[in-house]
């Protein structure tokens, strides 16, 4: 049974493969064909979703039976599919003309013609009409609650006319943009950035005949004053291939991960594109390695990559599109978390109904100083074609998705939307009027850059240094002896990793991104104006490891310097107690040694909650080596137990004994004589910080 199911269908993915290259071969030869087959291959192209190939049929169609509206209408919505407006405004304005009362499906492609143009008023009429008479429109998945969101995009078409722009948009010149698509910008700093883009020589049709060759790839950028180029070779972890379609990216954030996007079509006519990563080992990038089904669907498409942050900055958040069924309609987008102290990826989630329509919301970008996700959608209201959105939020939870307006936003498609970390410049793609069409207008998307004329958000810069309270207190003494040798130097916090979290309320915060400070133990990040924040030191090193500021009294482009931060530390290394003296061969405690516990590790310990030490006990090496090693274990325990009578959780503490193993200084002197003193330092107790103890948060 199984051989004849694979004989079926192998025979069935040749039958189309041949239906493919014949229609091919027979587009530009039409006239030739009989109706039947012209009327098949329509029919074919459009249950196989191939807009162009069904519009071209559809045309001969059209030509050979003008008086057939049903066609007319099919081909004018297909010339809307493949946008090209001026040829299906033509025929759809002729449908609504001759059937005023019929055809509703003509009179929406219509309205949004009209939309895409900027005639507001005139969609709104149509619009308008088709709300009051038709609860659904009839095969078209058209509802009232669609006719309601255009209804709205056109309102905001016409109040956006009365606002004032700040925003500068710019066409990017014809060294990035060609006659075909560019599409998905990584920015790489303020004068670089790879894009995806087809930069074809001609409308040729997919040869599926053979193998299959790559049409997208990607391309690179590079500012040199105020002038772009590109069509730059980009460096690793970006790389073209022969036999698949690249163009779409992301760094994680940490830029340890490249997430990117790698399509092919297969011999039935079906583009598949699924997601891949590539990882930095050691300076190097390794080659793209596919997710695995959790993520990837081998029947669907996943792709647009986008990189977020949650509650917890172990987890990653990536973000992509995908037509896979459980979503709401058309292409949503959906989401997987990547552990990144496991390496594991879960189960891909759909984001939801707070972010996806029953109509299409494409490309993602999650922006992390602002905690916002940007996308494109035809399904929320826009003021024609794709408008750019933000939500705030993560995975499913989302405040309304808000519409990012004038002039990013146009009557056309805008899409691919990026920024900086500041917000005051970004790219992103769009077919509006001025774009480069190889067919005709409108038909292509073009890269475009946008400055703000004044920074949006707040810079904040600062300084980290630790104070060590073992040095303070006067009452410990470093392992080392003397490490105030070059006291700045051991002061500083270079190249530390901290994360920034925004207060949502009194009781809650979001994660934002993560970010390093410099070899001087600067760091300068880019925030919101008018709320909270915290940054979270992650060293164990390093007590009160949290301090907070607030844009709430900043203004938007301005610098806030919250100066030189000092926070509270303890050396990584083992510290000893002084005075902690046991009668000989005992493991009880002294009096002057609890008391030289309750004034040093106890007030340490109390002081500082959130700290777990490891305490341990040495001996000399007089007397049996087994039996000093079971006797400091003991001490080590009996202070540990201390402790835990004066109330300090035992969870925060563990007790080791070392006996003679680990001496600080010479038992005998270099004579062999006796070293008393020496021998005296090697008796000690010891505690070293191992970690923090994570149920006091």
């Known amino acids: 049974m199984r051989k004849v199911l694979i004989i079926v269908v192998s025979f069935l993915l040749f039958v189309c493969a041949q239906i493919i290259s014949y229609a091919q071969d027979k587009i530009n030869n039409l006239h030739i064909l009989k109706d039947w087959q012209v009327k098949g291959m329509a029919k074919s192209a459009m249950r196989m979703g191939d807009v162009y190939q069904a519009r071209d049929f559809l045309k001969e169609w059209n030509r050979r039976d003008p008086k057939n509206t049903k066609i007319a209408l099919k081909l004018g919505s297909y010339y809307f599919k493949a946008r090209d407006y001026g040829n299906a405004e033509k025929i759809l304005a002729k449908i609504v003309a001759g059937y005023p009362d019929s055809y509703p499906e003509a009179k929406f492609y219509y309205a949004q013609i009209l939309k895409i143009y900027g005639d507001y008023e005139g969609a709104l009429v149509h619009l308008q009409a088709l709300r009051r008479k038709y609860r659904r429109l009839g095969g078209t998945g058209l509802t009232r609650f669609r006719l309601d969101n255009e209804i709205a995009g056109c309102q905001k078409g016409i109040e956006s006319r009365d606002i004032m722009v700040k925003t500068e948009v710019s066409w990017l010149n014809k060294t990035i943009n060609s006659p075909h698509i560019e599409f998905?910008?990584?920015?790489?700093?303020?004068?670089?950035?790879?894009?995806?883009?087809?930069?074809?020589?001609?409308?040729?049709?997919?040869?599926?005949?053979?193998?299959?060759?790559?049409?997208?790839?990607?391309?690179?950028?590079?500012?040199?004053?105020?002038?772009?180029?590109?069509g730059l070779k980009p460096e690793p972890p970006f790389e073209n291939f022969n036999n698949f379609d690249t163009g779409r990216g992301v760094f994680s954030g940490d830029r340890k991960r490249f997430y990117s996007v790698q399509c092919h079509m297969d011999q039935s006519g079906v583009n598949i594109c699924h997601l891949f990563v590539s990882k930095l080992n050691e300076g190097k990038w390794g080659k793209p390695e596919k997710l695995g089904k959790k993520i990837n669907h081998p029947r669907y498409n996943s792709t647009q990559p986008a990189i977020g942050t949650c509650f917890s900055s172990s987890l990653e958040i990536i973000y992509f599109v995908s037509n896979r069924k459980g979503g709401a309609g058309g292409q949503d987008i959906w989401f997987t978390v990547y552990d990144k102290r496991t390496g594991e990826y879960k189960k891909a989630e759909n984001a939801g109904a707070f972010i996806n329509t029953q109509q299409d919301e494409i490309t993602p970008f999650f922006d992390l100083p602002s905690h916002k996700l940007y996308f494109s959608s035809n399904g929320w209201p826009t003021m024609g074609g794709y408008d750019i959105f933000y939500a705030k939020g993560d995975m499913t939870t989302w405040e309304p998705p808000v519409n990012i307006g004038l002039p990013v936003n146009s009557s056309y498609d805008d899409l691919n939307f990026v920024q900086n970390h500041s917000g005051k410049f970004g790219i992103f793609a769009s077919n509006r009027p001025g774009s480069l069409?190889?067919?005709?207008?409108?038909?292509?998307d073009d890269l475009y850059v946008f400055n703000e004329t004044e920074s949006p958000r707040v810079l904040v810069t600062g300084k980290l240094v630790k104070e060590d309270v073992i040095k303070e207190s006067g009452k410990f003494k470093p392992i080392s002896g003397n490490q105030n040798e070059n006291k700045l130097l051991d002061d500083l916090l270079p190249n530390q990793l901290v994360t920034v979290q925004m207060l949502k309320d009194s009781t809650s915060s979001v994660l934002l991104q993560e970010i390093q400070t410099n070899n001087k133990g600067e760091f300068e990040l880019w925030v919101e104006p008018g709320m909270d924040f915290f940054i979270t030191v992650e060293n164990p090193a390093i007590i009160n490891k949290r301090f907070s500021f607030s844009t709430k009294q900043s203004l938007k482009a301005q610098v806030l310097d919250v100066s030189t931060i000092s926070l509270k530390s303890i050396s990584e290394e083992s510290v000893i107690i002084d005075n902690?003296?046991?009668?000989?061969?005992?493991?009880?405690?002294?009096?002057?040694?609890?008391?030289?516990?309750?004034?040093?590790?106890?007030?340490?310990?109390?002081?500082?909650?959130?700290?777990?030490?490891?305490?341990?006990?040495?001996?000399?090496?007089?007397?049996?080596?087994?039996?000093?090693?079971?006797?400091?274990?003991?001490?080590?325990?009996?202070?540990?137990?201390?402790?835990?009578?004066?109330?300090?959780?035992?969870?925060?503490?563990?007790?080791?004994?070392?006996?003679?193993?680990?001496?600080?200084?010479?038992?005998?002197?270099?004579?062999?004589?006796?070293?008393?003193?020496?021998?005296?330092?090697?008796?000690?107790?010891?505690?070293?910080?191992?970690?923090?103890y994570e149920n006091q948060f």
Not at 608 to 619: A, D, F, G
Not at 625 to 645: D, H, P, W
């Open 184 to 230: 998905g910008p990584v920015l790489l700093g303020e004068s670089t950035f790879v894009y995806g883009s087809a930069n074809l020589d001609s409308t040729a049709y997919i040869d599926l005949s053979g193998p299959y060759k790559a049409r997208r790839n990607f391309y690179m950028a590079k500012r040199n004053n105020e002038e772009w180029t590109g």
């Open 580 to 692: 902690i003296y046991y009668q000989f061969d005992q493991v009880e405690l002294a009096i002057s040694a609890k008391l030289a516990i309750d004034t040093t590790l106890l007030l340490l310990l109390t002081t500082y909650p959130s700290i777990k030490v490891e305490i341990s006990s040495h001996t000399d090496n007089l007397g049996d080596e087994g039996y000093n090693l079971r006797l400091s274990e003991k001490r080590a325990k009996e202070v540990l137990t201390y402790l835990v009578s004066k109330g300090i959780n035992a969870n925060r503490l563990t007790a080791k004994g070392y006996g003679e193993k680990q001496p600080i200084k010479e038992n005998q002197k270099p004579d062999g004589s006796d070293n008393p003193e020496g021998r005296e330092q090697n008796r000690r107790t010891e505690f070293k910080i191992t970690g923090i």
């Open 437 to 444: 069409s190889l067919s005709h207008q409108a038909c292509c």
